[in-house]
C-alpha cells in the first residue's frame, strides 16, 4: 500500500510540475517600501526638526517654508503649510515620483527622500511642533 501511495503521489507531483513549466512566467511587478520615523517625546522632535532646518539652511532656504530638488523625469510635487515657523523638504531622485507635505499648525518639520521609481508619498501634520522623516524606496 505504501509503494503504492508513493508511486501515485510522484506521478502526481510530476505532472503538476510539468503543467507549472509550460505556464508563461509571471511579469515582476514594482513595488515600494519605506522607513519612516516620528518622535515619540518633544525632545527627539525638537532635535530631528533642528536637523531638518540645517538641511534646509545648508540649501539655501531661510528659515521656515518649503525646499524641493527633483533629479529625474515625471515627478510631481506639491505642499500646503498653514501656520508659521514651518519646514517642508521634498527630494526625489528618478522617474515617476509623487510627493506631497501638508502642515496646519506652527514649528512643524518634515523630510521626504524618495529614489528609484514610481514611490508615492505624503506627510501630513495637525498641530505644534512635530516632525517627521519618510525615505521611499521604489523599484
Known amino acids: 500500500m505504501t509503494t503504492k501511495f508513493t508511486?501515485?503521489?510522484a506521478a502526481a507531483v510530476a505532472a503538476a510540475l510539468i503543467g507549472l513549466s509550460s505556464l508563461?512566467?509571471?511579469?515582476?511587478?514594482?513595488?515600494?517600501?519605506?522607513?519612516?520615523?516620528?518622535?515619540?517625546?518633544?525632545?527627539?522632535?525638537?532635535?530631528l526638526?533642528?536637523?531638518?532646518?540645517?538641511?534646509?539652511?545648508?540649501?539655501?532656504?531661510?528659515?521656515?517654508?518649503?525646499?524641493v530638488r527633483q533629479k529625474g523625469h515625471n515627478n510631481s510635487a506639491g505642499g500646503s503649510q498653514d501656520g508659521w515657523g514651518n519646514n517642508g523638504i521634498i527630494v526625489q531622485k528618478g522617474n515617476n515620483h509623487t510627493?506631497?507635505?501638508?502642515?496646519?499648525?506652527?514649528?512643524n518639520s518634515c523630510g521626504l527622500f524618495q529614489f528609484g521609481k514610481n514611490t508615492n508619498a505624503a506627510c501630513s501634520q495637525n498641530g505644534n511642533g512635530q516632525s517627521s522623516f519618510t525615505t521611499v524606496f521604489g523599484f
Open 7 to 9: 508511486g501515485i503521489f
Open 24 to 47: 508563461p512566467a509571471p511579469a515582476l511587478a514594482g513595488g515600494q517600501f519605506s522607513l519612516s520615523y516620528s518622535p515619540s517625546n518633544p525632545e527627539q522632535q525638537r532635535a
Open 49 to 67: 526638526g533642528l536637523g531638518l532646518s540645517v538641511y534646509s539652511l545648508i540649501k539655501g532656504v531661510k528659515s521656515g517654508g518649503a525646499y
Open 99 to 107: 510627493g506631497s507635505i501638508q502642515q496646519n499648525g506652527n514649528n
